[in-house]
């Protein structure tokens, strides 16, 4: 089955600064990449995603890179912000077998953002 | 609650007890889904359903039981044989399997 490791557990920033958190995956069929996050007390809710014929996808301040021949996909948030800091997961999804369809999490990075 | 709602947000289990949890989507959604959220292990997937009727195993299906006799309700029953039930359970959906999931709110289970 898959197996997403991510990294590091936690991070912490200056307002204004970059963040990057990085995931890696086992399954080399794995075509689907999401990035949730997990505000304190609240449910995780998709931020980014981002499929394994595509290298790189930008929504404003966030993006996500993919790297599939090394197995590893990165999140990107520039310009952070107080209200950026919460809990964010990677996943990769399962494309054959029969776990096709099983979402796999990683063990989520801890971002505060310091203003 | 957006459209997916679990109930109760906190439940207590008494040793050798089932207890069920409830989660119910108005979202038209297919595909639904039961997470086990500890400290820093992340998600764990418990179960997982493509349509009604139908439901597979996640990583940690051991003493727990699901079913999916409707399409916008996939109750999660933690049993007597799950030894270590005291985590926060999220229930999601989505329209295709495995991708946009739309979470709950959560059902916070402890043991008395």
């Known amino acids: 089955g898959e197996n997403v490791e991510q990294h590091p557990s936690t991070l912490s920033v200056q307002e204004g600064d970059s963040a990057v958190i990085k995931c890696t995956y086992s399954?080399?069929?794995?075509?689907?990449f999401p990035w949730y996050k997990q505000e304190l007390g609240k449910r995780p809710q998709l931020i980014i995603d981002?499929?394994?014929?595509?290298g790189e996808k930008k929504d404003q301040r966030i993006a996500v890179t993919l790297n599939k021949t090394a197995k590893h996909f990165s999140l990107h948030i520039t310009e952070t912000q107080p209200e950026d800091s919460a809990v964010y997961f990677c996943?990769?999804?399962?494309?054959?077998?029969?776990?096709?369809?099983?979402?796999?999490f990683g063990q989520g990075t801890i971002l505060t953002v310091h203003p | 609650d957006g459209g997916i709602t679990q109930s109760p947000k906190y439940l207590f289990r008494k040793e050798g007890q089932n207890v069920t949890l409830s989660c119910e989507q108005n979202l038209n959604h297919d595909a639904m889904y039961w997470y086990r959220q500890d400290p820093g292990q992340g998600l764990r997937l418990i179960y997982y359903s493509q349509i009604v009727n139908d439901f597979q195993k996640g990583d940690i299906a051991e003493g727990y039981s699901v079913s999916r006799e409707k399409k916008e309700s996939f109750p999660l029953t933690v049993t007597s044989a799950q030894k270590n039930p005291t985590a926060f359970y999220l229930c999601?959906?989505?329209?295709?399997?495995?991708?946009?999931?739309?979470f709950g709110s959560g059902t916070q289970l402890s043991v008395l």
């Open positions: 999601a959906s989505s329209i295709d399997l495995g991708e946009k999931l739309f």
């Open positions: 981002i499929r394994s014929n595509v």
């Open positions: 399954d080399s069929a794995s075509n689907y």
């Open positions: 996943a990769a999804i399962e494309a054959g077998g029969t776990s096709y369809g099983k979402l796999t």
